[in-house]
């Protein structure tokens, strides 16, 4: 890591000088990430979403499982009621369960819990499914044995949201399963 890293710049009132220095802690996560662990409680949503991207890159190198007592705050999160948050969250998630496939089973289940997490709207629970849909094609294992998730795709190929629709009808054809739409 830089040894000049003012991270004051993260209070500054300029969004793009915070946007600007969180996206380079995200690239000294993937170089370096052990060196950003104490970013990690921080409550500012800049920092937190930041945070949370570094807590996702650092399943790659947590060898020591630092992360895993995290899993539960970061599952308990995606119930925060926000976009944006919880977007970060799943990504976080994603990564984290690739890099450690032990927890893929209960990200996809804390992932299907979200259906029954409340909205400001429609369209932010929309995006929000087609977060989870991206989120099953790269860590759902065997989906077609997975009753909910195949349920949950397949109820999103209705969505009155196109982009959601759309991803959910390519994977289930990637999935050979697009025969079994309902119309």
Not at 9 to 27: C, R, S, W
Not at 46 to 68: C, F, H, P, Q, T
């Amino acid at each position: 890591m830089p040894k000049e890293i003012d991270f004051n710049k993260l209070f500054d009132k300029n969004p793009k000088v915070k946007y600007g220095m969180a996206k380079q802690f995200k690239i000294i996560a993937q170089e370096n990430p052990s060196e950003l662990y104490p970013l990690l409680d921080n409550e500012n949503n800049v920092i937190k979403w930041a945070s949370i991207n570094i807590i996702g890159l650092l399943a790659k190198v947590d060898s020591d499982n630092k992360i895993d007592p995290l899993l539960s705050k970061l599952y308990k999160q995606l119930n925060c009621g926000k976009l944006i948050t919880m977007n970060h969250i799943i990504d976080c998630l994603v990564n984290i369960s690739l890099a450690k496939p032990e927890y893929k089973n209960k990200t996809v289940k804390e992932l299907l819990k979200i259906q029954d997490y409340k909205y400001d709207t429609d369209e932010c629970k929309n995006i929000i499914y087609g977060k989870i849909i991206e989120a099953f094609d790269k860590i759902a294992e065997n989906i077609n044995g997975n009753k909910d998730v195949k349920t949950f795709i397949k109820e999103q190929s209705h969505n009155t949201r196109n982009s959601v629709k759309k991803k959910a009808e390519k994977l289930l054809k990637k999935l050979n399963i697009g025969c079994l739409l309902e119309k």
